[in-house]
């Protein structure tokens, strides 16, 4: 098998054709052109598959971007899983377990997994590589993240955009890295598996109180108080974690951050607007057509900072207007009434 003699991989199978999974084959597939490699997605709808066969598109989530031919889809994820030796997760994190206990039996032996999710576990606190690992029964230098500053639509018209390859084995994140390198999309390679899923977990929380502030009309200073804050806190649960502390000041970090919080495209951030414009999470819900992960998350995300001991005083906010304990309202008095230390502590 490839990850084992070092060789590229022939097939990469892409679990999930939502967003960010058709972006990423399609990164792949851009990656693969004139090497024979095959990028197979799965997905859950047969119209979508359709689509993506007999015309390189998926309307659906990504209207208006021509796919790579080397691009095929399948609703049969054995058929997809089959003799695949990198295999890419994008589905909601919430479902992922449940998913992947389906799945178990079907990857080839010495796959390498990647996960595209920026979700914590609700219930356990796990990140989404601990969730593979344990499902799949894989060893960390097996399981892969790959996360940073990366709007799906923004990658998918070929954008500049750089990313993040994390792994404990730097020869697999170098082996991931080499497949997602078309002209457009830049992996740097990363040991600090922790460090960069917790920054892609927590920028979506921070995102959504970003949003809250722009739906309340409050100017920059307020959004990049909280951005700031925010990264404070994010770095402060990372580092009790294990992770380091420049991986959060770099594109998983910080660059990821201040994409999704700046950015009408995020999902997190428009949730969050929403929400600070009057409209209840109900109403959010009923309206989102995408994932969201902040909205789940941050329950998660405040829990494990408890269990850690670790203070997170703008998800703690955040997580109280989710579950109806705040308003919007709340937030700013809250925030800024607590007591005064330093700005290192
Ligand atoms: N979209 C982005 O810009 C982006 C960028 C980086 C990371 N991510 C992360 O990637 C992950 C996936 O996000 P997305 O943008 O592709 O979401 P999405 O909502 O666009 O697509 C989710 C996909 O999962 C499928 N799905 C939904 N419920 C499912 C279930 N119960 N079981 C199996 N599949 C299910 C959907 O059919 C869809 O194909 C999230 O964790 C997100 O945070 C997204
Ligand atoms: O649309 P969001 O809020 O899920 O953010 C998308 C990506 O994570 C940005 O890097």
């Not at 295999?87 to 997994?113: F, H, I, N, S």
């Not at 390679?189 to 922790?194: A, I, K």
């Not at 607007?273 to 329950?299: C, D, F, H, P, Y």
């Not at 705040?326 to 330093?342: E, F, I, N, Y």
């Amino acid at each position: 098998m490839s990850f084992v003699d070092g060789l590229a991989p022939a097939k990469v199978a892409v679990l999930g054709a939502g967003s960010w999974g058709t972006t990423f084959a399609k990164v792949l597939g851009d990656a693969a052109e004139g090497t024979g490699r095959s990028i197979v997605l799965w997905g859950r709808r047969q119209e979508v598959v359709d689509q993506i066969n007999n015309h390189h598109r998926n309307p659906r989530y990504l209207s208006t971007t021509a796919l790579p031919v080397n691009i095929t889809a399948s609703t049969d994820v054995r058929e997809v899983l089959a003799r695949a030796e990198l295999v890419v997760l994008a589905v909601p994190a919430q479902t992922l377990r449940e998913q992947l206990r389906g799945w178990a039996g079907l990857l080839a032996p010495d796959a390498v997994v990647v996960s595209l999710m920026k979700g914590l576990e609700l219930g356990t606190d796990q990140r989404m590589s601990q969730v593979i690992e344990q499902e799949l029964n894989l060893t960390p230098d097996r399981v892969v993240v790959v996360s940073g500053p990366n709007l799906a639509m923004e990658i998918a018209r070929q954008e500049p955009t750089a990313s993040v390859v994390a792994c404990a084995a730097e020869s697999t994140a170098k082996w991931v890295a080499e497949v997602c390198t078309p002209a457009y999309f830049r992996p740097y390679t990363n040991d600090d598996v922790v460090g960069v899923e917790i920054g892609g977990i927590v920028k979506n929380v921070i995102a959504l109180c970003v949003g809250i502030c722009e739906g309340q009309k409050v100017g920059d200073n307020t959004k990049a108080s909280v951005i700031t804050r925010g990264l404070a806190e994010t770095t402060r649960l990372a580092l009790a974690l294990g992770g380091k502390a420049e991986t959060l000041s770099g594109l998983a970090g910080l660059g990821d951050l201040v994409a999704t919080c700046s950015s009408s495209l995020s999902r997190n951030h428009t949730a969050g607007r929403m929400l600070g414009e009057g409209l209840t999470l109900e109403e959010v819900n009923n309206r989102m057509t995408q994932t969201a992960e902040g909205i789940k998350s941050g329950r998660a995300v405040k829990d494990l900072a408890a269990k850690m001991g670790v203070e997170m005083p703008i998800t703690n906010a955040v997580v109280g207007v989710l579950e109806g304990k705040l308003t919007v309202d709340d937030l700013g008095p809250l925030l800024l009434a607590r007591q005064l230390k330093s700005e290192g502590d």
